[in-house]
């Protein structure tokens, strides 16, 4: 069975500054790993994936994560948060076949101040 | 850009209704998806759908449950005897499958409101 850890429930910056939201995962199988964002009345949005090949992957708007086996991690980072990020954003693992369930962690709510 | 629709947005019922919640995933995609999020929690898999038939479904997934598509476009999920817990948001998603790397599209998902 395949789960997800979202550390942080609520979790509030600057605009400026540094964003984290952390996502450790635990599968049996090497996973392929995302996060998405969702924002007031809308539906989930692919910020971006990990499948194979460079461990470093970048996505929409900014924001790039990590994949690092050793420490069962995928953490979410932006170099300088923006207003318009403040969304909820949840990370998900599935199995590497096609049409695979996502599970998905629990969320991260981003606040942005001023 | 295409992308997954869902209607209606809202649905209200009463307890022990027959509900029907519709998508309309993208048009090249073979794989077909809802999920659900009861307020509070996290995102659900409910069922896979492939080729007319379901793929996988959840322990949530059970007998008053029915997925369908009947037609070349629309996908669908019934609830046959609405019951309280049920009311949450359901999502629909649509992949490509292959090599897409299992890139699932979501809709804006259906509140379905219980009473």
């Known amino acids: 069975a395949q789960s997800v850890t979202q550390l942080g429930s609520h979790v509030s910056v600057s605009e400026g500054a540094l964003v984290l939201l952390r996502c450790n995962y635990s599968?049996?199988?090497?996973?392929?790993l995302f996060w998405y964002v969702q924002y007031p009345n809308q539906g989930l949005q692919l910020l971006l994936k990990?499948?194979?090949?460079?461990?470093l992957v970048k996505g929409i708007n900014g924001f790039e994560a990590e994949f690092k086996k050793s420490e069962t991690s995928f953490h979410l980072t932006k170099p300088s948060a923006h207003m318009s990020d403040a969304a909820e954003y949840f990370c998900?693992?599935?199995?590497?076949?096609?049409?695979?369930?996502?599970?998905f962690g629990t969320g991260t709510r981003l606040q942005v101040t001023l | 850009e295409p992308e997954v629709t869902q209607t209606p947005s809202h649905q209200v019922t009463q307890m022990g209704q027959e509900v029907i919640l519709r998508c309309v995933p993208i048009?090249?995609?073979?794989?077909f998806y809802w999920y659900r999020q009861i307020l509070g929690q996290k995102v659900e898999f409910l069922v896979s759908?492939?080729?007319?038939?379901?793929?996988?479904k959840s322990e949530i997934f059970d007998d008053q449950f029915s997925v369908e598509r009947p037609d070349g476009s629309n996908f669908t999920l019934k609830i046959r005897s609405t019951k309280l817990e049920d009311s949450a948001m359901y999502f629909c998603?649509?992949?490509?499958?292959?090599?897409?790397?299992?890139?699932?599209?979501f809709g804006a998902g259906t509140r379905l409101s219980v009473l």
């Open positions: 998603a649509s992949s490509e499958g292959g090599a897409s790397g299992n890139i699932q599209y």
């Open positions: 599968s049996s199988v090497p996973p392929y």
């Open positions: 990990y499948t194979t090949g460079a461990t």
């Open positions: 998900a693992v599935s199995h590497t076949g096609t049409a695979s369930k996502l599970t």
């Open positions: 048009s090249n995609h073979l794989y």
């Open positions: 759908f492939y080729n007319n038939e379901i793929s996988e």
